[in-house]
C-alpha cells in the first residue's frame, strides 16, 4: 500500500494511524532494498563487504525494492560505487552501475568510514 492510495481525496489529511501505517511499509521496504543490493553486491565481491551513504532514489520496482544507490567498502580497502536498476528483460533487480572508485584522502576524515574499514577488518585508517 502507498500512501497515496491511503487518502480519500487530495484534501483529506492522513490519520496518525495511516501515517504510522505508511511509514512501517517505507522501513520495510527500505530493509528489503538494502538486502536485495547487499546480495547483489555479494555476487561481485568475494568477502566481507559494507555499504556506506546508501540512498534510497525514490523508484519503486515491481518487487517492491527501491531504487538504491551508495558506496561499498571490500576487505582489500576498495571503493566502489552502485546504483540499483531494474531489468525488465529477466523481470529482476540488478546493478545497474557498479564502478570503482579512487580513494579520497578525505574519507578518512569521516567517523563513518573509519568504522566501517574496522568492520572489514582494516582497522581504522588513516587520521
Known amino acids: 500500500m502507498h500512501t497515496h492510495e491511503l487518502l ?39 568477502g ?3 555499504i556506506l551513504d546508501d540512498v ?3 523508484e519503486i520496482f515491481p518487487d517492491d525494492t527501491e531504487e538504491m544507490s551508495g558506496s ?4 582489500h580497502g576498495n ?6 536498476a531494474w531489468d525488465a ?3 529482476r533487480l540488478t546493478l545497474g552501475i557498479w564502478r570503482r572508485e579512487q ?3 578525505r574519507r ?5 568510514y573509519r568504522r566501517a574499514r574496522a568492520l572489514v577488518g582494516l582497522g581504522a585508517g588513516r587520521s
Not at 571503493?79 to 540499483?84: E, M, V
Open 103 to 105: 580513494d579520497d584522502p
Open 56 to 58: 534510497g532514489e525514490g
Open 79 to 84: 571503493l566502489w560505487a552502485f546504483w540499483t
Open 8 to 46: 480519500d481525496d487530495e484534501e483529506t489529511p492522513l490519520t496518525p494511524e495511516q501515517i504510522a501505517v505508511a511509514q512501517a511499509e517505507n522501513e520495510a521496504r527500505g530493509f528489503r532494498s538494502l538486502a536485495a543490493a547487499s546480495n547483489l553486491i555479494a555476487e561481485r565481491l568475494s
Open 72 to 75: 561499498v567498502l571490500d576487505e
Open 108 to 112: 578518512y576524515r569521516s567517523d563513518e
Open 48 to 50: 566481507r563487504f559494507i
Open 89 to 91: 528483460n529477466a523481470g
